[in-house]
């Protein structure tokens, strides 16, 4: 893919009011697949930064402008960033991020053909240090209306289901926690039987030591 800044300088898109949410960028012309459109552009931050930055719409706490970059930095669209920053979600994307090789850039690019005019979006398939339920899911709702719209911004790989090793170690964390349970609940009246054990002897030495006392 040719990145260089004389093929990803061509104004290929513009912005405006996009009906899935707020500001869309859209495609200026016919866009051919495999076109690198543009860069998208912000300040480079950690994961721990990005937790301590208030949400860019303080209407929606869980709006965000973050691309995750596999060398662990975040780029931060709010600070510094260009028009890549508008694209809305989709999952069902016209476009997808490139890394380059370096893994410190990422380009938006074209997934196929794209028709002048079309809103370009690509899947945000954001990831959060957190379990997975279904209120977090709905705290990044999708509304692209792609009929295999998985209903959420949010990556849906880890779950059991799509990973099967992530499935092998539910199961095997679910079998050790039953095994536990059965041991406490084996081990329960030996330990009430210990416990009484224990309140009678003392009992018995507080009279002993009152006795001798008087
Ligand atoms: C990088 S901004 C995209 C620009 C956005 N339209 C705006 O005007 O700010 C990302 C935010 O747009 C919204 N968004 C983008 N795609 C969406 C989708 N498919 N469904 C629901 N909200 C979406 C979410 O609030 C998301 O956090
Ligand atoms: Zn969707």
Not at 33 to 56: L, N
Not at 187 to 197: A, V
Request: hydrophobic share 30%.
């Amino acid at each position: 893919m040719d990145t260089s800044d004389s093929a990803t300088n061509k104004q290929w898109h513009y912005v405006a009011e996009s009906e899935l949410h707020g500001k869309g960028v859209f495609a200026r012309c016919f866009i051919p697949k495999g076109t690198p459109i543009m860069e998208y552009e912000g300040k480079r931050i950690s994961p721990q930064e990005a937790d301590e930055q208030p949400s860019a719409d303080p209407d929606n706490p869980y709006h965000t402008f973050f691309f995750s970059l596999s060398n662990g930095k975040i780029i931060d669209g709010a600070q510094q960033g260009n028009d890549a920053r508008w694209i809305n979600h989709s999952c069902e994307p016209n476009c997808e991020g490139h890394e380059n090789d370096a893994g410190d850039r990422v380009f938006i690019v074209a997934k196929r053909d794209i028709e002048a005019d079309e809103e370009l979006l690509y899947d945000y398939a954001l990831t959060i240090d957190e379990p997975l339920t279904e209120e977090l899911k709905k705290n990044y709702a999708c509304w692209c209306g792609a009929p295999n719209c998985r209903g959420t911004m949010l990556a849906l790989d880890e779950t059991p289901e799509s990973n099967p090793s992530s499935s092998l170690a539910s199961d095997m964390a679910r079998l050790v926690r039953a095994q536990v349970q059965a041991e406490i609940e084996r081990l329960q009246p030996y330990l009430r039987r210990e416990i009484k054990r224990e309140v009678r002897r003392n009992l018995r030495l507080q009279r002993q030591r009152r006795r001798s006392a008087r």
